[in-house]
């Protein structure tokens, strides 16, 4: 049966045994029953002592006499006997039967496609494969940083090694290699970005793209690339192409029928269980089939596929609460969320085995779907949505949506459930969306979203006609036009479509081209340290200031001081980091001022690298402070002008270009005020119950005029003084998810 389901019955939901229909039918923890079902302690302490063995030395008597061994022997003796404990497991990896096949078939072919299972080894043990085989230096991108953050751990712990030396990785903003490393893991964005330095990246023997399946943006330019350099490098170099799933005919043709190796993966039954009715509220609903797998079930964790680290969070605290107490009745639920931006310190929970008579529920964004596994999943929970970055073209808006999956991304998800035993698959969706509205397959982000950074990086590296390039799917005509005309009015392109200076220095910047233009005009503005400082504050994204439960106000209040001063929420972050660096980057201060001490981290990281890169794009260094917030919002402003918008006469915000009405998201520093800014500007678009701008900046209208002259014409912009502001009270904007 497996996961194919096209061979499962709609009924067999009926025909199960008692105990699975009770989880979807009776709603026992639902009703909070669960909560009164719990006996009293009785007192058990007599009889556990009974339990403890007192008479120990009489045992120990017949143990044989052990000659003494120091500490250091002790301690050789143990790393040998996990050395080969660690062996045993690598060779036990459906990979390992396939080796001597597999690197023959390398050595015999240029661009060679492996397909096998999530888990069977492609990710760790090709690499390792390869350098036992001679290869000298090995390159293997993912599309997650974490994944490749992960992946290169526990590739160092298998070889023994230090990560970072011989095995390493390299993700935006954080390089962890050396010199001596010759397993590298790095983000495809990332292997994007080293084609600048090296065009024909000569470092690497072994160009390894993993995850092509999953068709982000970057790996299918890298693709177009690897095409185009293992031509005129010839036998120099070798490619691989791995994939977990099984359409990969298309990438043999794209390589000149590259051959294709598929190793059968170890995969038991998966049953797969649907709702009768669609479920109005997937993370209420993922937790109560949490609790009641966890109440009625055997043994096994359990993975939920949420979309994003709010849900993630929701969820975890849902779990928590219902939970508080009920351990002794029913065993410890362990919950361990993993999404993209937790720290990679806390990812580690995941891998942990899980203790007996405990039960590890996993809460999960797409990262579980293919490019992470976890050890003793049995039991899935899909509610069919994922976090997918969309952008029309027609109106040059890219945003965040809520998207169901598709049917191949729902048979992946099912499948994490049958990696070691047989195991059991909960969709919160009726078999009849799964079948009449699901895509069959994920839309390829190249074909999604904007693509003015990888138009200005392919410009850059000498690629002026797109429309000929081989694209393994080429994106609509409109999007390279729309891009173009996006480089042009920030003006890294000119009028005959070739790169300017500035788009040159744009270009080297591993920022989306308005926050490269944004930090690059800066300069002119003299406020490139507090350009840098909010850019940093941007990329840890969201995750920056915390409000406890029973602290709800206290939090609010310590946001609200940041915010006092005005500007928006750009300047929030600046000053709120401003602070801290004068606090001594101290802790305690974070923890007084409601401020995630480990983003706090990661953006003073982030800032270490920018400004070094300052240097590299020779951008003079200048502070005017965060008293004086006109030059910093103005050189955010020549960044951002395309994120243009006006207030109406409703209250709610309307876009110049393609005018169309957005909201302040409910977070913005913005969200309740009384009297809202005529002219703002947002850094990004989410879209859930209603399309809300996330981080918003006040400008004067004819800031625009300045910034781009002709896109934002200046009888467009004026600031209209006569007319009246419209006074808005109260909070506008709808339920956010
Ligand atoms: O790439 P693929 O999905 O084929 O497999 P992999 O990521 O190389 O994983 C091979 C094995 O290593 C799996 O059975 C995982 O359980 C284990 N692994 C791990 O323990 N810790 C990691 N961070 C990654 C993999
Ligand atoms: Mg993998």
Excluded at 55 to 82: M, N, T, V, W, Y
Excluded at 232 to 258: L, P
Excluded at 435 to 461: F, G, I, Y
């Amino acid at each position: 049966k497996g996961v194919q389901d096209d061979s499962i019955d709609v009924t067999s939901l009926d025909a199960h045994p008692a105990s699975d229909q009770k989880i979807w039918e009776d709603s026992q923890i639902r009703k909070g029953k669960l909560h009164t079902q719990q006996t009293a302690h009785s007192s058990k302490y007599p009889i556990l002592f009974d339990a403890l063995d007192f008479d120990l030395p009489a045992k120990l008597q017949g143990l044989p006499h052990l000659p003494q061994r120091s500490f250091a022997q002790q301690r050789i003796a143990k790393r040998k006997e996990e050395r080969e404990r660690i062996q045993e497991e690598r060779r036990s990896l459906p990979m390992y039967a396939h080796r001597d096949a597999l690197i023959k078939a390398i050595k015999q072919y240029q661009v060679v496609i492996v397909q096998s299972e999530t888990g069977s080894g492609k990710t760790t043990q090709i690499p390792q494969y390869l350098i036992e085989e001679g290869f000298g230096s090995v390159v293997c991108t993912q599309p997650r940083r974490v994944a490749a953050m992960s992946v290169a751990a526990r590739v160092a712990y298998e070889m023994g090694v230090k990560l970072g030396n011989e095995v390493g990785y390299s993700i935006r903003f954080e390089d962890c290699t050396s010199d001596q490393t010759v397993i590298k893991y790095v983000t495809d964005g990332m292997l994007l970005r080293e084609f600048l330095s090296e065009p024909d990246l000569k470092a690497y023997d072994v160009i390894l793209i993993d995850e092509a399946h999953e068709r982000s943006m970057s790996t299918d330019i890298v693709m177009g690339l690897i095409k185009d350099i293992s031509r005129f490098r010839g036998d120099d170099v070798r490619v691989i192409i791995s994939s977990a799933t099984m359409d990969t005919e298309k990438f043999s043709s794209y390589f000149d029928d590259a051959p294709i190796y598929s190793v059968p993966g170890r995969r038991y039954d998966v049953d797969i269980y649907y709702t009768k009715t669609p479920e109005p509220d997937y993370v209420e609903a993922s937790c109560v089939s949490v609790l009641q797998i966890h109440a009625s079930q055997p043994a096994g964790d359990i993975l939920v596929f949420l979309t994003g680290q709010e849900e993630i969070e929701a969820a975890e605290e849902i779990l928590r609460e219902r939970t508080r107490g009920l351990g002794s009745k029913l065993g410890e639920l362990i919950i361990a969320p993993i999404y993209a931006t937790l720290p990679s310190e806390m990812q580690a929970k995941i891998f942990e085995p899980t203790p007996e008579g405990a039960r590890k529920v996993v809460l999960a964004t797409n990262i579980a779907e293919t490019s992470v596994t976890i050890p003793g999943i049995v039991y899935v929970i899909d509610p069919g949505f994922c976090k997918q970055k969309s952008y029309n073209a027609k109106t040059g808006m890219e945003s965040l949506l809520v998207v169901p999956v598709s049917r191949a991304g729902a048979k992946q998800r099912a499948g994490r459930a049958g990696r070691t035993q047989p195991g059991k698959c909960f969709r919160l969706y009726t078999k009849w969306s799964y079948m009449n509205e699901m895509e069959e397959d994920t839309v390829p982000e190249l074909l999604r979203t904007n693509l003015s950074q990888v138009v200005l990086l392919l410009l850059s590296l000498g690629i002026d006609n797109l429309i000929d390039f081989d694209f393994i799917d080429a994106p609509p005509p409109e999007a390279l036009l729309r891009s173009l005309e996006h480089l042009y009015a920030l003006g890294a392109l000119n009028d005959k479509g070739k790169l300017t200076k500035l788009g040159r220095r744009m270009a080297e910047l591993p920022l989306e081209p308005m926050m490269a233009k944004a930090l690059l005009a800066s300069e002119k503005y003299k406020c490139s340290e507090e350009v840098t400082v909010i850019c940093s504050m941007l990329s840890v994204n969201n995750a920056v200031f915390y409000r406890p439960k029973q602290k709800k106000m206290m939090a609010d209040a310590a946001r609200a001081a940041f915010a006092r001063g005005g500007g928006g929420d750009h300047m929030t972050l600046l000053r709120c980091y401003a602070q801290w660096r004068d606090a001594g980057f101290s802790t305690q201060w974070c923890y007084e001022h409601f401020v995630q001490t480990r983003t706090m981290k990661r953006a003073r990281d982030v800032y270490e690298q920018l400004d070094a890169l300052l240097e590299r794009v020779e951008i003079d260094r200048h502070s005017v402070g965060t008293g004086d917030k006109v030059p910093i919002l103005k050189a955010l402003t020549a960044g951002f002008f395309y994120n243009a918008c006006r207030l109406q006469k409703n209250g709610h915000y309307r876009t110049l270009k393609n005018p169309h009405t957005v909201r302040i998201h409910p977070s913005s520093c913005f969200a309740n005020a009384e009297i809202r800014p005529r002219w703002l500007i947002y850094h990004e678009l989410v879209f859930t119950t209603k399309e809300f701008m996330r981080q918003v900046f006040e400008i004067e209208g004819n800031w625009l005029h300045e910034a781009a002259p002709h896109f934002h014409k200046a009888e467009d912009v004026l600031e209209e003084s006569k007319r009246k502001m419209p006074k808005v009270l109260g909070k506008a904007g709808g339920k956010v998810r």
